[in-house]
């Protein structure tokens, strides 16, 4: 192994001398497929990790069931102590964790860095709510009465998590599911195993302090066949997936035909739009950010790009001269900008887009290549940003209408903002938007009734990089789920309706008399 790559797996314990256990359930083991976690910059195998057998994953789901009867008596206040704890852990490991996100993701040592921060921010949020998670008392149409909402603790939680986030999206799920009073078993990414193994030991050590069960937040890494476990079982109340629209639309269908609740955070296909009035100088860069951070790998990526007639040449020269800037390099590196995409199939689908593109005779202003690096960088996933402009505006078409998860961004110039929004609205998804202009009255239209259709509508800011303040997610086939901030909390637990009679008489509602 690298001494790059064994410095952090090391400053973070994880011991390489033989096969790494993926299996927690108050215990680590693993007994079934081995699955090889490498490095995208470099195509370096990191570690073999022993993933779950069927019969693990179901006495995983057990023992997590078990934790959950435990954990559901536990006070909220007394467990967002358990998450502040869990919170301190992580910021002891910030920059050792964010390493290990750039190591085994590949993206660049700040936006690793951001993740782990934003599991931090999440736990803080937390631990407020775990005092806060405020039921309801509502007037009684009868005298004597009272009727009471209550929310407890829902049960167990399944969280399955995409390559891309390997630590933000589970940390918003935990946070919020732990504070509920839940036990969560998690099925991370196939390609991010040793992330999740970091994470779920930081996390097992404070359940330990604490004298809890260790499956109140378990672990059960592997592929297709044990997530489909997860979602199948029916101990699980909630499952939270994240990841394709393909996978999403098999998730919650099983999901549905046993009754299980679920939380579907799946592909975005994101617009920005600027308007003339828009000021270019934050404009250019916050595309550039959208479109080309994470190398174009996440969620809420800008796809799309509508520029209005007037400021069209201008704006893409200078988007194209920030993309002529880029330079791929070692993620770990503080100055680079520009990872791997995660995996050879990105590269792959990366190289098919870019040939349909010139396949239907599309203008491909930047990029197109797929770059060839030195050691020890050659055997990399490095791709060049791409901007292209195809011929058709038709937002039917495949180019158009599907996510392709890299780094290109299609550009289309519109006459006005009705074109525009009429654009931004006319594809499947509906995660992430966002609108450049000065001007209020646009501002409202993009913000009401017949603006963005989208979960995310922004205001000369990207379409990427939410705080976790406010509820996230998409709409239409990117899910309709919502995570994190805002009231997406009072779905991890289950509520009742609670009438109380402290009177002498027995009166039914709606005046209905049933003495004879
Ligand atoms: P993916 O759909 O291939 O995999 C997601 C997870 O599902 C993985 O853990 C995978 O092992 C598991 N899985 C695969 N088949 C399964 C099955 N039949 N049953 C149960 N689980 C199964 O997604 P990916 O390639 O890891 O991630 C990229 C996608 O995730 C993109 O579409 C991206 O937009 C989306 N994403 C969405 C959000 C969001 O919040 N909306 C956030 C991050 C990523």
Known sequence: LSSRASGILSALNISLDKDIEGVYDGEWKGSGDIIESSCPATGEVLARVKTASPAEVLEALAKTREAYLHFRNVPAPRRGEVLRQIREGLASKREELGALVTLEMGKIR???????????????????????????????????????????????VGVLSAFNFPVAVYGWNLALSLTAGNATIWKPSPTTPLTSIAITSIIAQVLKNNNLPGAIAGLVTGGQQVGEAVVRSTDVELISFTGSERVGRIVGQTVVSRFGKSILEL????????????????????????????????????????????IASDFLERLQKLYGSLKPGDPLEHNTLLGPMHTREAVNLYANTVSHLRSIDADILSGGEIYSLPSPFDGGNFVRPTIAIPKSVNMKDRIWSTETFAPILNVAVFEDLEEAIGWNNAVPQGLSSSLWTRDMRNLGKWIGPSGSDAGIVNVNAGTSGAEIGASFGGNKSTGWGREAGGDSWSQYVRWSACTINFSNEAPLAQGVNFNN
Do not use: K
């Not at 775990?130 to 603790?153: K, Y």
């Not at 595309?287 to 799309?304: L, Y």
């Open 110 to 156: 700040t936006e690793g860095v951001g993740e782990v921060q934003e599991f931090i921010d999440i736990c803080d949020y937390a631990l407020g709510l775990s005092r806060m998670m405020n039921g309801r008392v509502i007037a009684s149409e009868r005298p004597g009465h009272s009727i009471l909402e209550v929310p407890n603790p829902l049960g167990v």
């Open 267 to 310: 592909g975005g296909n994101n617009a920005s739009i600027v308007m003339p009035d828009a000021d270019l100088s934050l404009a250019v860069p916050g595309v550039f950010f959208g479109a080309v951070g994470t190398a174009g790998q996440r969620c809420t990526s800008t796809r799309r790009l509508f520029l209005h007639r007037q």
